[in-house]
């Protein structure tokens, strides 16, 4: 099967002119003429990674974070990024990344994490004309406490730790949440009415939140790892002919805790 044709799968959900304009989704090793028998669906493009997919005999990896930002200005076993590349290209592997244009699809990272912890009346946060943009809102089922609402999520998203702001002296009634690194939308999160905003990558003076509303960084990891699980679907409910599996690598989150 052409690789293009499991791209087509996954942008007929999230299609690449969704993407930031800094981003790079799409292909990032091979192109959609190339033949696929098999594809394992990761979070970070990494050389265990390519190693799983020659493990299990996978010849295409699809990954939420592109292998490749910005420029490179040399490619060599001396970085991360260069061994991958060497490591796909000696296993003939096609490389395939879907990030901000799964971003901002309702159903995609944000709106999955939302499912998770039980929101109901979903909105995109920072919607376009179209309805799709980064971030969710929505509304618990009942008022919670802050206290509560933390222990739910950790629960429901299996952290190990998060942090948080002041907390609130009123119960949670809505709340805005957005996958990833998360910081700029804090004021759209304000305006849209959240009790509270839960994100990652939050620093340290985004804590001394907007008046009425609390922060809660569960880390960039945990908020868009089940958009691994998505990603499979995907493939598997429009390709069902083609074997697609999910990573061990996919589990490991590269930020440690003491």
Known sequence: MKASVIAA?????????????????????GDGSCEVHKAIVGF??????????????????ITHHPLIFGGIRKISEATMTG???IAAIRNGIT????????????????????????????????SDDDGN?????GDLPEPAAPEAFLLRMK?????????HSALSRTPLRRVALCGGSGHSLIGKAAVAGADIYVSGDISYHDFYAPD???????????????????????????????????????????????
């Open 133 to 137: 943009g980064l971030g969710i809102i």
């Open 44 to 61: 970070d493009c990494t050389p265990a990674l390519i190693e799983e997919a020659v493990e299990v005999g996978a010849d295409m990896v």
């Open 212 to 258: 009425g509303m609390m922060i809660a960084d569960i880390g960039h990891f945990e908020s868009e790892a089940e958009i691994i699980g998505v990603i499979c679907d995907i493939v598997r409910e429009k390709i069902p002919n083609f074997a697609v599996q999910s990573a061990k690598t996919s589990t490991i989150n590269p930020v440690y805790y003491f």
């Open 9 to 29: 799968a996954i942008e007929e959900t999230a299609p690449l002119s969704l993407q930031e304009s800094w981003d790079n989704s799409g292909f990032c090793i």
């Open 155 to 163: 629960e429901s998203l299996g952290l190990k730790t998060l942090r």
């Open 95 to 126: 490389v395939y990344a879907c990030h901000t244009n799964m971003d901002k699809v309702p159903g995609g990272v944000s709106g999955t994490t939302a499912a998770r912890i039980g929101l109901c009346n979903l909105r995109v946060l920072d």
């Open 83 to 85: 061994r991958t590349i």
